[in-house]
Antibody, heavy 120, light 107 residues
Framework: QVQLQESGPGLVKPSETLSLTCSVSGDSISSGDHYWSWIRQTPGKGLEWIGFIYYTGTTYYNPSLKSRLKLSVDTSKNQFSLELHSVTAADTAVYYC????????????WGQGTPVTVSS | EIVLTQSPGTLSLSPGERATLSCRASQRVSNNYLAWYQQNLGQAPRLLIYGASDRATGIPDRFSGSGSGTDFTLTISRLEPEDFAVYYCQQYGGTPWTFGQGTKVEI
């Protein structure tokens, strides 16, 4: 059974970097059968796709976040990570990691989500 | 980017009734790459439909998707108590992928 689990600080100060990791079990990131995505959700803006990474390190970022975003992958740990720099209160959200098919580019497995608050 | 507009915002129905949810795109969704998700309070979204009309694994056949181009519909033929939730459409036909704002189906 495929499972994804987000981890990271729940509180980040403004202007600092938000860092999250997604641990994958039941599937191998290095199989190359899927892309691995981050999505966030706020009451005001709803669901927002952040970007995806492939096991080779190839990435695609949402242009709205591209200048502040870095995704990385560690196939030895079967994990992928997100770094969002220079955060503001607008980055306060529930952050989800999700699996996306190569052919069916919908999100078929999601983590449970982790809430992140940006506040001093 | 493609903007998805869902209607209605809230749908008030009773168990056993039929639910019809709409998702309209600001431009044509390539290859009808449109998905539907169900989200219960405090949980992650769950994939119901992909490719506008294909049910995801394990999804009951009371859920069906239809439409093409810019207009898409999710139909729940007979509402079960566990179907009262928020539903989102999402397009993956053009980057960045985008989501609709959601339709809440309430009793």
């Amino acid at each position: 059974q495929v499972q994804l689990q987000e981890s990271g600080p729940g509180l980040v100060k403004p202007s600092e970097t938000l860092s999250l990791t997604c641990s994958v079990s039941g599937d191998s990131i290095s199989s190359g059968d899927h892309y691995w995505s981050w999505i966030r959700q706020t009451p005001g803006k709803g669901l927002e796709w952040i970007g995806f990474i492939y096991y080779t390190g190839t990435t695609y970022y949402n242009p709205s976040l591209k200048s502040r975003l870095k995704l990385s992958v560690d196939t030895s740990k079967n994990q992928f990570s997100l770094e969002l720099h220079s955060v503001t209160a607008a980055d306060t959200a529930v952050y989800y990691c999700a699996r996306e098919g190569i052919l069916i580019r919908a999100f078929d497995y999601w983590g449970q989500g982790t809430p992140v608050t940006v506040s001093s | 980017e493609i903007v998805l507009t869902q209607s209605p915002g809230t749908l008030s129905l009773s168990p056993g009734e039929r639910a019809t949810l709409s998702c309209r795109a600001s431009q044509r969704v390539s290859n009808n790459y449109l998905a539907w998700y169900q989200q219960n309070l405090g949980q992650a979204p769950r994939l119901l439909i992909y490719g506008a009309s294909d049910r995801a694994t394990g999804i009951p056949d009371r859920f069906s998707g239809s439409g093409s181009g810019t207009d898409f519909t999710l139909t729940i033929s007979r509402l079960e108590p566990e179907d009262f939730a928020v539903y989102y459409c999402q397009q993956y036909g053009g980057t960045p992928w985008t989501f609709g704002q959601g339709t809440k189906v309430e009793i």
